[in-house]
């Protein structure tokens, strides 16, 4: 019996962000398509090589994406809606980056004219901080086959030496997250088994063996639908070129097993790291006729692997029957290369794995089945030594920690009615009706982005540094009040991210440099590494809130990321539940909360972004998870005042199932990006009779196109359709920090003459 690796895809931003930086070359003016391709096509090859080198048998094609890997697959299907003028199956890079970002009008870096256009809505990958772009598909729609850019990719690879596997997103999947507008998207079912067969097709006869064929909807509830689809699906594609893996990650097949093992396929692929329970399952369904791919590495964290264990849990299969080891996921959603990190901690290092070590020990493993554990025993034992070295270092358990945790009682997660909370915030800050704000931050400009990075390298002293910040949060504050916004906040200048900026500054964190992981687009993150307990030494925000409030007798909101939020955005530790870290930094946070409202804050946001994206892909799971989230959120507001107005924000995601839990949070208001929906959200909202405040997002921050104030009324008259009007504030979908000023004046402008108009007739 052999074993093989496979790589499922490899982080496509470069190990330095080089695909950003081209990107945004590009969208600037600054280079044309043919730059772009040419440095696109130098971080496929250069990730070929990489993955080669390291020891993958199986190296994907087709995983790198000047965007988003589900909109490639629309332009291939040439689902591209209407109302971007491409015929079906014609779309250029000038509509790929419309649907992505939307346009402003006039005549973009390639030259071509275009009227303004809204993005397509974007939303999380599963339960990821991945976004991606949502597939459209309307009454009447025709689809055709558009650009083959899998196919392009294998070509390309294979005219280098490479031999690849290429990868697309599984019908099923596809219709799936696909939005309908008049109509069902498995309305296009038949349609769509068309393309992909015709894509299967021209890939087997380019001589293309295998193709991996990603069906992460099959670790979620089907419905009847569904299950039917997939059956169709596959005795259809089956039979229409190259054999097919199919490939499911995020969870455990559970119910779906026998379904997935039944389908007429070549291989399945199934994730160990987030099911492990699923393995003896998983052995007697599936057929040994079939090529089984375990997902054993953590393709979502950074965690080295007990290589070890992991070699006692697969030798008796490799006895058995060939195996592909691989990452759970696609390594998409890890840093490059722990390499790059020359000034991390040490201690912390060694017990870490990024992409490139992820299938450096895809490779031991397979060596150790293939050759005997003997041929790499220094290998072995040196992993061995990492492992146990975390569980035993004396960095991961804070006694005081435990304590503050164990003294937690219920009334500490208590405010008082929201009657009382009402009044007593209505006499404290005066606000008219359709209150303006901003979500938090306001655009990080190469100015402040050059002398952060100066600072950082130690070209900038720190009082220097201090002023410079000092200069950008009056400014912000003066054109804040000049525009007539009711609710000010100091723009963030100071800050980095919105969650690394918090974790630099608690204790169990440690930083990368260049632990970058995209986000969506040219949006990248260096997420926080969360390995021990959690506390505050000291206050974070409370000075630059003070600094800002001094300057202006409007309310600046003190701006804090709420600690679900920090947990889903980090790569947390391992060797406890989530839930139990989560309470840790609710406690850290709710600290700072009290701090700031003893400075005299009178509004205060904590965000909770990724509240909704950390919900279990299993229903059964839900109400657990929100239990606790819920909790954690209340433990941090809930000890101020009832003058104090809690506020919260939430990004893109689907809220209809949880309302009642968003309700539970007791927030004074919540905002929400509804912009792209055009405030469909709302609809949930107002079936719940949501009690709090609502902020629907009326511009989407996300594209760089500027709305009118006849837009954003337009939005707001659809938002009173679902909500009283004293429920109801005025802002952006969220932060302003990756916009231009440029942008964001003529905006915000236009968002307070919106507000006017609205209170003309209130």
């Known amino acids: 019996m052999t074993v093989t690796v496979a790589t499922l895809g490899f982080p496509r931003i470069g190990p330095r962000r080089e695909l950003k930086f081209a990107l945004e070359k590009f969208w600037s003016g600054k280079t044309d398509e043919a730059a772009l391709a040419t440095a696109a096509a130098g971080l496929r090859t250069a990730a070929w090589a990489r993955q080669n080198a390291l020891g993958a048998d199986w190296l994907p094609a087709g995983d790198f994406s000047l965007y988003d890997h589900m909109l490639d697959m629309s332009m291939m299907l040439g689902?591209?809606?209407?109302?971007?003028?491409?015929?079906?199956?014609?779309?250029?890079?000038?509509?790929?980056?419309?649907?992505?970002?939307?346009?402003?009008?006039?005549?973009?870096?390639?030259?071509?004219?275009?009227?303004?256009?809204?993005?397509?809505?974007?939303?999380?990958?599963?339960?990821?901080?991945?976004?991606?772009?949502?597939?459209?598909?309307?009454?009447?729609?025709?689809?055709?086959?558009?650009?083959?850019?899998?196919?392009?990719?294998?070509?390309?690879?294979?005219?280098?030496?490479?031999?690849?596997?290429?990868?697309?997103?599984?019908?099923?999947?596809?219709?799936?997250?696909?939005?309908?507008?008049?109509?069902?998207?498995?309305?296009?079912?038949?349609?769509?088994?068309?393309?992909?067969?015709?894509?299967?097709?021209?890939?087997?006869?380019?001589?293309?063996?295998?193709?991996?064929?990603?069906?992460?909807?099959?670790?979620?509830?089907?419905?009847?639908?569904?299950?039917?689809?997939?059956?169709?699906?596959?005795?259809?594609?089956?039979?229409?070129?190259?054999?097919?893996?199919?490939?499911?990650?995020?969870?455990?097949?559970?119910?779906?097993?026998?379904?997935?093992?039944?389908?007429?396929?070549?291989?399945?692929?199934?994730?160990?790291?987030?099911?492990?329970?699923?393995?003896?399952?998983?052995?007697?369904?599936?057929?040994?006729?079939?090529?089984?791919?375990?997902?054993?590495?953590?393709?979502?964290?950074?965690?080295?692997?007990?290589?070890?264990?992991?070699?006692?849990?697969?030798?008796?299969?490799?006895?058995?029957?060939?195996?592909?080891?691989?990452?759970?996921?696609?390594?998409?959603?890890?840093?490059?290369?722990?390499?790059?990190?020359?000034?991390?901690?040490?201690?912390?290092?060694?017990?870490?794995?990024?992409?490139?070590?992820?299938?450096?020990?895809?490779?031991?493993?397979?060596?150790?089945?293939?050759?005997?554990?003997?041929?790499?025993?220094?290998?072995?034992?040196a992993a061995a030594r990492a492992v146990a070295a975390r569980k035993t270092s004396p960095r991961i358990h804070d006694p005081a920690v435990a304590a503050r945790i164990a003294a937690v009682t219920p009334a500490m997660r208590e405010r008082g009615s929201r009657a009382a909370r009402d009044r007593a915030q209505a006499a404290a800050l005066g606000l008219p009706a359709f209150p303006t704000t901003t979500i938090g931050s306001f655009p990080q400009t190469s100015e402040v982005r050059k002398a952060r990075a100066a600072f950082n390298r130690g070209e900038l002293e720190g009082a220097a540094y201090d002023a410079f910040l000092r200069e950008e949060t009056e400014r912000a504050i003066r054109w804040q009040e000049r525009v007539g916004l009711d609710m000010l906040v100091h723009g963030e200048f100071e800050r980095n991210d919105m969650v690394q900026y918090f974790g630099e500054q608690l204790a169990g964190f440690v930083f990368t440099v260049n632990g970058w992981v995209q986000s969506y687009g040219s949006r990248c993150v260096r997420p926080p590494i969360l390995y021990g307990d959690v506390s505050r030494p000291a206050p974070m925000t409370v000075d630059w809130w003070r600094y800002a409030q001094s300057l202006t007798d409007k309310p600046v909101k003190g701006m804090l990321t709420g600690p679900v939020t920090i947990l889903n955005w980090s790569f947390v530790r391992d060797d406890q539940p989530r839930a139990a870290s989560c309470r840790q930094i609710a406690l850290a946070i709710r600290d700072e909360v009290i701090d700031l409202e003893a400075a005299g804050a009178k509004a205060i946001q904590i965000d909770e972004a990724a509240?909704?994206?950390?919900?279990?892909?299993?229903?059964?799971?839900?109400?657990?998870?929100?239990?606790?989230?819920?909790?954690?959120?209340?433990?941090?507001?809930?000890?101020?005042?009832?003058?104090?107005?809690?506020?919260?924000?939430?990004?893109?995601?689907?809220?209809?199932?949880?309302?009642?839990?968003?309700?539970?949070?007791?927030?004074?208001?919540?905002?929400?990006?509804?912009?792209?929906?055009?405030?469909?959200?709302?609809?949930?909202?107002?079936?719940?009779?949501?009690?709090?405040?609502?902020?629907?997002?009326?511009?989407?921050?996300?594209?760089?196109?500027?709305?009118?104030?006849?837009?954003?009324?337009?939005?707001?008259?659809?938002?009173?359709?679902?909500?009283?009007?004293?429920?109801?504030?005025?802002n952006p979908d969220c932060g302003l920090k990756t916009r231009r000023w440029e942008e964001v004046r003529p905006s915000i402008e236009a968002m307070v003459s919106a507000a006017r108009t609205l209170r003309a007739v209130v």
């Open 79 to 381: 689902a591209v809606p209407a109302r971007y003028g491409a015929a079906p199956g014609a779309a250029d890079l000038v509509t790929y980056f419309a649907m992505a970002r939307g346009t402003t009008g006039g005549e973009d870096g390639c030259g071509h004219g275009h009227a303004s256009l809204t993005a397509c809505e974007m939303t999380k990958w599963f339960d990821t901080n991945y976004h991606y772009i949502v597939p459209e598909l309307a009454a009447g729609q025709k689809l055709a086959l558009g650009r083959l850019s899998v196919l392009d990719a294998w070509r390309e690879a294979k005219a280098q030496g490479f031999a690849t596997r290429p990868v697309i997103v599984g019908p099923v999947t596809w219709l799936s997250l696909a939005k309908g507008q008049g109509a069902d998207p498995f309305d296009f079912l038949d349609e769509v088994l068309g393309l992909y067969a015709a894509i299967l097709g021209h890939l087997g006869e380019a001589g293309v063996d295998w193709v991996q064929i990603d069906e992460p909807i099959l670790v979620t509830d089907l419905d009847d639908r569904q299950r039917r689809a997939l059956t169709r699906a596959y005795a259809k594609l089956a039979r229409s070129g190259p054999k097919l893996m199919l490939t499911t990650y995020f969870g455990a097949l559970d119910d779906n097993l026998s379904l997935a093992a039944s389908l007429p396929v070549a291989g399945l692929h199934v994730d160990l790291v987030r099911a492990p329970e699923q393995l003896e399952a998983v052995l007697r369904a599936v057929p040994d006729a079939m090529l089984l791919s375990l997902g054993v590495i953590d393709g979502r964290n950074v965690w080295r692997s007990d290589l070890e264990a992991l070699l006692d849990r697969i030798e008796p299969i490799a006895t058995r029957r060939d195996l592909v080891l691989a990452p759970s996921c696609s390594l998409l959603h890890v840093p490059v290369d722990l390499a790059l990190e020359t000034k991390l901690d040490g201690e912390v290092t060694q017990w870490l794995a990024f992409a490139v070590q992820k299938i450096e020990e895809l490779a031991l493993l397979k060596r150790a089945l293939n050759e005997g554990r003997a041929s790499v025993a220094d290998d072995l034992a």
């Open 611 to 730: 509240l909704r994206e950390g919900l279990p892909l299993r229903q059964r799971d839900w109400q657990q998870y929100l239990d606790w989230a819920v909790d954690c959120f209340r433990l941090t507001a809930a000890g101020v005042g009832d003058a104090t107005q809690i506020h919260t924000h939430m990004c893109y995601s689907e809220f209809n199932h949880i309302l009642p839990s968003i309700g539970a949070m007791d927030a004074d208001v919540i905002s929400i990006e509804t912009a792209r929906s055009q405030m469909e959200l709302l609809e949930g909202f107002a079936r719940y009779r949501y009690p709090a405040a609502i902020g629907p997002g009326v511009y989407d921050i996300h594209a760089p196109r500027v709305p009118d104030e006849a837009e954003m009324v337009t939005l707001m008259r659809l938002a009173q359709q679902h909500l009283r009007p004293d429920q109801l504030w005025v």
